[in-house]
């Protein structure tokens, strides 16, 4: 058969992160299918100037406090230009080379550089989960008016998104997003009064960044999912379910009219889903390690424990509500979790700051681009002064 790829030019939107550099080993090992275009990243300038030095991108994108080093650094390599601040980011993802933006910075800082990178046309390789949840609708509009297509790289929604190809025709009866539980499944509520940062930072199956991590055992990272079906997927609220796994096996299931269930199973390992959504339609051959049932000859499922870990309900709620609900879930909880990785809340008290910005920071029905900025900076506010 002939191989008909054409090489992508790719734009990584936090390349110094978990799945920045996973996609960096997946551009590795598939260099005659790839070009990187752009690299960004926030803090890790050193590392993004070995990443400039490696992959030889046009340009890198670093946070403010960080560019004189950066640029200094990269000073004998002028094919890299090296700039810095969120109106780079904005403005890199729109080049005209660029056919693909993974999205892989963490939580609202997503948001406006997959605008533009959708108002100029380029298709999402979305990892940034948090874009959806804020914005969902809008950004779903976009797509639709510029026609770009958004390939989800969240492992549950890559597995979905799998699911449904050649089911075009067929209508969804239910996803069901499974989550592992994460590292305190089983705990009572009395057991978590004292969790640790160092506790909650252990995932029992996959390797991510912080702010992942720790939404992963707070149950909040399956709520976010939940919100980020429901826009990827165009499904009702009923249509998203959630169910246990603690494996991470299976990736999520998509169930039909008719009643039949298809799932994707996989190791846990972060470079099958990007590497799907750099390389689709296509199915690249790669080398990753293979899945083996006689390895896990036990997979299991129960229900969530929505009392214990109550920032599920929460995102329920918050999806039910619309508007900008979500907006306020997902900066509340932002600053949740940069205070509980501060010690400056309990793990427990994380639900609680979540809960009391939602009552409490104004409501709009059918929020514009500027209010959700509005909304996520008041959310943030009084956020902080809850801590
Ligand atoms: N890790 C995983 O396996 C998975 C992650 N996701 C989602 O992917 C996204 C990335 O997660 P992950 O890779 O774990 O996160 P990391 O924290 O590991 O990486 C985040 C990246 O974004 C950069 N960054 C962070 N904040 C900013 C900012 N304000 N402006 C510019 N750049 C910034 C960081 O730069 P630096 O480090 O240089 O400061 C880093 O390159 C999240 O939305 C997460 O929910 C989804 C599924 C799985
Ligand atoms: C790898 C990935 O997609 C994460 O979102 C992962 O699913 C987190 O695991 P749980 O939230 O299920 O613990
Ligand atoms: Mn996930």
């Given amino acids: 058969m002939t191989d008909s790829f054409s090489i992508k030019t ?4 936090g390349s110094t992160g978990s799945i920045g550099t996973q996609a960096l080993e997946v551009v590795r090992e598939q260099r005659s299918r790839f070009r990187v275009a752009v690299l960004t990243a926030g803090r890790q300038w050193e590392l993004l100037v070995a990443q400039a030095r490696e992959f030889r991108p046009a340009a890198v994108v670093i946070g403010d406090d960080y560019y004189q080093q950066t640029k200094a650094a990269l000073a004998d390599q002028p094919e890299t230009e090296v700039l810095a601040g969120d109106a780079a980011l904005t403005e890199v993802v729109q080049r ?35 874009t ?42 239910k996803v069901i997003l499974t989550a592992s539980g994460g590292p305190f499944r089983g705990r009572s509520a009395q057991d978590l009064a004292h969790i640790t940062k160092a506790q909650a930072l252990k995932h029992p199956n996959w390797t991510m960044g912080a702010k992942i991590t720790i939404d992963s055992a707070t149950l909040m990272n399956k709520g976010l999912e939940v919100i980020e079906a429901k ?12 169910v246990v796994h603690p494996q991470s096996i299976v990736h999520s299931l998509v169930q039909f009219e008719d009643g039949s269930l298809k799932a994707q199973l996989g190791l846990p390992d972060m470079k099958l889903p990007i590497q799907y959504a750099l390389g689709y339609p296509q199915r690249l051959r790669n080398d990753f390690p293979r899945f ?60 609680d700051v979540v809960a009391e910005c939602l009552g409490r920071v104004p409501y709009l029905a059918a ?19 809850l801590l």
């Avoid at 297509?149 to 089911?167: N, R, T, W, Y």
């Avoid at 997927?233 to 379910?241: G, K, S």
């Avoid at 979500?326 to 509340?332: D, E, P, R, S, T």
């Avoid at 500027?370 to 009084?382: L, S």
């Fill in 132 to 173: 959806l949840v804020v914005a969902g609708e809008l950004i779903t509009n976009l797509v639709q008016q510029y026609g770009v297509k958004v390939l989800p790289v969240d492992s549950e929604h890559s597995a979905i998104f799998q699911c449904l190809v050649g089911e075009e025709q067929n209508p969804i009866e």
């Fill in 231 to 242: 826009w990827l997927f165009n499904l009702a609220n009923e249509q998203v379910d959630v």
């Fill in 367 to 385: 929020p514009t681009l500027a209010d959700y900025a509005a909304t996520d900076a008041e959310a943030r506010r009084v956020a902080t002064s």
């Fill in 96 to 130: 005209p080379d660029i056919d693909v933006v993974l999205t892989a910075l963490v939580g609202y800082a997503g948001l406006p550089p997959t605008v533009a990178a959708i108002r100029a046309g380029k298709d999402i390789a979305l990892a940034n989960k948090e």
């Fill in 10 to 13: 790719l734009a990584l939107l």
């Fill in 292 to 351: 083996s049932f006689l390895q896990y000859p036990t997979l299991t499922f129960e229900a969530p424990d929505l009392g214990t870990f109550r920032h599920l309900p929460l995102a329920y709620s918050a999806m039910q509500r619309g508007g900008s609900a979500a907006c306020v879930l997902n900066a509340a909880n932002e600053v949740a979790v940069a205070a509980f990785l501060q010690d400056q809340v309990s793990f427990l008290g994380m639900a």
